[in-house]
């Protein structure tokens, strides 16, 4: 049984690196809520721990343990995970995760997430996503860049599709969004960034015909679509971690001008309005309950069919719990999730959580919102590193209309 086990966290975690290395000689007091206290301060007291914790002390594994004062004194994380996994927009995937966390004087946490993957349904994705605080939390830079070939389906405009009426689209994209952004107050910045979005060889096809309009929509449809703007962007956030929040606010507004001038195809505006808030039910308790509000809004003009805001197509592809990614797209989205997050274990190794979420778009005729596509479920945490309290969620959830499926993720959802 001990080899058996021994070989399942092998596999587990096979190419592990967790590596530490100081970037500064000079001490950073750290600021609340950066990093778990990692020591005993009472004889009753558990102290943290994380899954290298767990393989050292149950399988003997020689792995490096974490030192809590490496971010303190300046030092860094970096992480690469090679991992299966499985999406309902992917099918089976293979995936090598990088991480890169680390934390200037007087800042909050920085980080850099990169993936390569290759999935079942042929689809090739390589990701790069950053959130990098200067000392002292002057500046702030976010970046989000992708390259992928990603055929899928897509189901139309609107909350009336059906999933028994399947649009298959096949194309390559490049992704370039990037966001440099001042402080101009406390925990509030304002900046300006560029996002680009060039989608080419699209082809559309329904059975064997090939198809120019989806719900009577013929932008972005085939062929090439580029959407090139500027976007201003004002933000509020009092976290100190972003990875794992145990506390605080987001308010991110950001509007986009996109400009045949830039070489966009069409000239269109949108708005985008992401808030968070994080809550202690309990004074004193490590439970959070989590809100989380979403809304993208065309303003003007016709986007891209697939620049359109659509289920899963955030940021961070978190948005609709429940749905495959693309499942729901109009011209406008607003989105809405709840999410209760709770130790199982008192050292931080095990967590919980359960959500619900709801989600609506335009009806591409009326451009009105008439309909609710509701959704929840559950989910299992498992701190992967206790100082930056990262953890690796494997959750479950259940939509409208039979949809349902696993969601994988490193980092909190939101």
Known sequence: MNRLRRSFSWLLLIGWRCLSAPLAAQSIPPLPGDFADTTTAHADTV????????LRTSCRLRLRPHEADKLASGGHFVWVIPQVGYSLPTGVLGQVLGNVTFRRPGANLSSIISSATYTQNQQSLLTITSTVWTP???????????????????????????????VSMDYSYLRFYQGVLRRVRPSLYAGFGYQFDDHWDIRSWDGRHDRTRISGYEYGIEGRSISSGVAMQLLYDNRSNSVNPTGGQVLNLLVRTNKTALGSDTDYSSLLIDARTYLHPRPGSPNILALWSYNALTLSGNPPFLDLPSTGWDATSNLGRG??????????????????????????????????????VTQPLTQQFERVAPAGGLGLRIRMNKVTRANLCIDYAVGVGGSHGLFFNLGEVF
């Open 47 to 54: 102290a943290a721990a994380d899954i290298v914790d767990f």
């Open 136 to 166: 002292g939390n002057r500046w702030v830079f976010i970046g989000d860049w992708r390259l992928m070939h990603y055929p899928q389906a897509t189901y139309g405009l609107g909350m009336y599709t059906s999933t028994e009426r399947v």
């Open 323 to 360: 749905y495959i990614q693309g499942r729901f797209r109009g011209k406008r989205l607003l989105y809405a999730e709840a999410e209760y997050r709770f130790q199982i274990s008192r050292s931080g190794l095990l967590g919980g959580v359960v959500f619900a979420n709801a989600q609506s």
